[in-house]
């Protein structure tokens, strides 16, 4: 029985195959069409989708789309209707959208289908889930747990923002739910907005900022208080109300009322580009401290609920690792899973298990303490043939090494020297974290590399952090835990043992300073709290990079790298062999490596593209 999911129409559209209840490919649209997330029909993910499983659209036992477009349409227009006549110019921009895609959708996507099946989508059946569903199901079903208790928390799907689910066997079963216009996702998005970064995009540039702020200042105590007097009303659940008078999202073009907000905090909103300020961290470290506390009561709730020892998350702020790592160090849990793609792209993973599972009511394989994901590593992979295409197209020179000991000794050499390699290998990742088949690699002990990966490289701001690669043998000799983050979805602290000592004014120097101050033997991947967001890197799911860090171990004594997606800014991770020359060539990298194919910097014919990569992106 083959299966495919889909999410599309809002962002990070996606498509996945799955095959009698194993995943075979997954993969979001922006990956292709080059599109950072790209909300159109997930056409290319769906035909790679079918192309990896050998399969055509008229085998497919029915296609999933993610929510219910209808009972968002009723969200909609009861919304415009509650606060009438508010909202009339978003009302007017909305429906005649709404009408067109979402409506209309069921002929929108069997149209679709059938430009990829050749005209043969006829008779696939058409299914549709619930948002929430979907985020619990793509949470629970590929988990290692025979049961848990399910959280998901994003904006909103059609009306609910968070929800409650106990998962057990091939079913789930919703126990609480939060709705529309009160969610957490909302009110970090608002925060994010007003910091001066893109909603849907730049919610992790507000966790990075976070740390900035001073956790002892007077002025981060006034804000949190502000936050809670004013924004919202945190039960003792985890649920919340929002007070609508100091937000816009509901019918109007932006997500706060810029007055009402400087009115509060007593700085207007950032503009994007300006400089971060000492008040913009601290006022972000307040939202984050106050998320963390809504996210604890809510996993409370779920674990009164359920009595279970085991939680599953997914939904947009499941990509809060900060949030999640204290999760995890907070006791109520013995084990927690995160889907890698927990935001909408996960969505079509989600709506495929739930329709698997629970309409066509197939059993569950027994996890037996693993998940199903595979690494998360689901997407397109290339042969050397295409590689050698891409190298011949662009006259490029390559060395070529035969067995994986020579390359990874080779390569580790190259990192052990201060280079900065682009590490190009197997199936692309699935989920918006590059975790070793698409990632730019350094070395995690040098004191420049930060700095040098984000200003030369990844063309991004200076205040970001970078994540650590760490071989899980390792774990605890860099890091104050011991549990797997295959994921990099895990916050974990730096080993004290490691840290240096900060001076007493730290908190009182200025940004800049912070940023380049060296907290720890490992630099370019501590951040400021002595925090980092960590991927485990297991033998058994991805050996080449497995084998990379054990030579770059044999040769330093570190078992760590940095690891950063494998893009510029405003660029999504690279798909294929030509993106990822094309990428080394536009910066600073000093190698590509390919499969087993090595490309130097210095020895690449100049490069004789004149698109300036932020005219073709857009910054994010």
Known sequence: MYILGISAFYHDSAATLLKNGEIIAA?????????????????????????????????????????????????????YYAYAPKGLKSFLSAIPVWIKEKVFLKKLIRDELKKIGNGKAKDVKLLFTDHHLAHAASAFFPSPFDEAAILTIDGVGEWATASICHGRGNDIALLKEMRFPHSVGLIYSAFTHYLGFRVNSGEYKLMG???????????????????????????????????????????????VKDDKWEALFGFPRRTAETDIEQRHGDLAFAIQQVTEEIVAKMARTAKNLTGTKNLCLSGGVALNCVANGKLLRGGDFDDIWIQSAAGDAGGALGAAYAIHHMYYKQPRKTPGGKDQMHGAYLGPEFSDLEILGTAKKYQAPYHRLETIELLSTTVASYLAQGKAVGWFQGRMEWGPRALGNRSILGDARNKEMQKRLNLKIKFRESFRPFAPSVLYEDIADYFEMETPSPYMLLIADVQKQRRYPLPPDYHQMPIRDKLYYVRSDVPAITHLDYTARLQTVHRETNPRFWELLKAFKDQTGYGVLVNTSFNVRGEPIVCSPEDAYRCFMRTDMDYLVVGD????????????????????????
């Open 27 to 79: 993969a979001q649209e922006e990956r292709f069409t080059r599109k950072k997330h790209d909300p159109a029909f997930p056409a290319c993910a769906a035909a790679f989708c079918l192309e990896y499983g050998g399969i055509r659209v008229e085998d497919l036992e029915a296609v999933v789309f993610y929510d219910k477009p209808l009972l968002k349409f009723e969200r909609l227009l009861e919304t």
């Open 209 to 255: 900022l976070a740390p900035y702020g001073d956790p002892a200042s007077e002025q981060v105590r006034r804000y949190k208080k502000a936050i809670l007097d004013h924004l919202v009303d945190v039960k003792e659940d985890g649920s919340i109300w929002l007070d609508q008078d100091y937000f816009d999202y509901t019918t109007g073009l932006s997500m």
């Open 597 to 620: 194919f090595i490309f130097a910097k210095t020895e690449q014919p100049p490069w004789q593209e004149k698109i300036d990569w932020q005219e073709e992106y857009g910054l994010d």
